[in-house]
């Protein structure tokens, strides 16, 4: 592995990792990110940056212009934490109850306040600019959307986008990168089951929900395996069942949720159509009555080419053969959202730490750590790619 992090990177290390490790300590969750708002602003502030707060409540984004015109780059960062008590044993383990940097945004922002601090000794030979961006809320609360609502692509328009997401399924010292899709549609679905309950020892006359959520779930599994494009990736994941009141009752009401996963919009089209018909053919089998919900999640996540090469251009320059091309994931991100106004790249960066095997140490579990060394890896991507950009 030969990894070239860039010197500018290596002389603030500590301060990098310091930053991480304070954002980790003081988590919070989605759209009451109060006071990280406030340290990424302070840091901001303190490089003599443009600094905006508030953009979709507790977003946060800091300007940087050059002299000369050109590009206005936008290089993002998310800021959320989850509801998840933390387990593992850091000195710098969160100490807010209940809530947990387990997907490595601590790390994100730490990155990005890095290459902020180096690109702003750019400043003088910047043609263009380059807007930090700070978003809240993107485990669910779809936090860009409101960034993208609050004016974030505008004054001055952004004319490209990059995002990373630090990713413990790589190794360290890889980056994993693809043009079109990367990461998948993302949407829910709640069925509800309705029976008609009865004693265990006399099913006559009844309709047994559980029996008829038991096929609806094995059928399911079936848009998957027969109706998708083998070529073509797709998931079905019912998540959760709830019904039934006891050993010797026939269940009324079974109420099953779930997620589908899709990379196109044909795909998750199809899904939904064949869940219905699934749907009503079980129910006329069963005489129950089924009904279904589905919410939007976030789109796919579809990066353009020519700035998927630019990032994988400046990756090479960090990680040399450790560029993964192409790499995908059925995870979903809101970066989909400004992918969908404007070009861009959102790509991985190998963060499993040393010694673990990486199935050991996955995003969202209660003993979530990163390689801190990956910090040092994406915070020279930052800093090449805009100096490959935009730098004269
Ligand atoms: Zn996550
Ligand atoms: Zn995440």
């Known amino acids: 592995m030969n990894i070239k992090i860039r010197p500018e990177v290596k002389a603030i290390r500590d301060k990098i990792i310091e930053i991480r490790r304070h954002l980790h300590k003081y988590p919070e969750l989605a759209f009451r990110e109060f006071k990280t708002a406030e340290f990424v602003a302070g840091e901001l502030q303190e490089l003599g940056l443009k600094v905006s707060m508030n953009v979709a409540k507790t977003g946060v984004v800091g300007l940087l212009e050059g002299p000369q015109s050109g590009p206005c780059i936008g290089l993002r960062a998310d800021m959320d934490g989850l509801p998840i008590q933390e387990t593992g044993s850091l000195p710098f383990k969160s100490v807010n109850d209940k809530v947990m940097h387990a997907c490595g945004h601590d790390g994100h922002m730490a990155m990005l306040l890095g290459a902020a601090r180096i690109l702003t000794g750019f400043r003088d ?183 998927t090469s630019k990032a994988a251009n400046a990756a090479k320059k960090i990680v040399g053969s450790g560029v993964q091309f192409p790499y995908m994931s059925m995870g979903a991100e809101d970066m989909s959202y400004y992918l969908e106004k404007v070009p861009g790249c959102f790509f991985f960066v190998g963060s499993s730490p040393e010694g673990v095997d990486p199935s050991e140490i996955p995003h969202h579990c209660s003993h979530f750590d990163i390689n801190e060394e990956a910090l040092l890896v994406g915070s020279s991507i930052w800093v090449q790619l805009i100096d490959d950009l935009i730098r004269t």
């Open 125 to 307: 030979r910047l043609s263009g600019s380059v807007k930090f961006i700070f978003q809240p809320a993107e485990e669910g609360g779809g936090g860009a959307k409101y960034m993208i609502a609050d004016g974030v692509l505008d004054n001055p328009s952004v004319d490209e986008i990059y995002g990373i997401h630090l990713w413990n399924y790589q190794e360290f010292g890889t980056v994993g990168i693809k043009d079109g899709p990367i990461l998948a549609a993302a949407d829910i679905f709640t069925i509800t089951i309705l029976g008609k309950g009865g004693h265990g020892a006399v099913p006559q006359n009844t309709v047994d929900a559980i029996v008829a959520a038991s096929h609806l779930v094995t059928a399911l599994q079936t848009i998957v395996s027969r109706n998708t494009n083998p070529l073509e990736s797709t998931v079905v994941t019912v998540g959760m069942i709830e019904g039934g009141h006891n050993f010797n009752v026939i269940a009324d009401k079974v109420v099953l949720k779930g997620t589908i996963r899709a990379y196109t919009d044909a795909n998750r089209k199809m899904i939904i159509r064949r869940m219905n018909e699934i749907i009503v053919g079980i129910a006329k089998s069963f005489g129950a009555e089924i009904s279904c919900i589905f919410e939007d999640g976030y789109p796919p996540t579809i990066n353009s080419e020519p700035e």
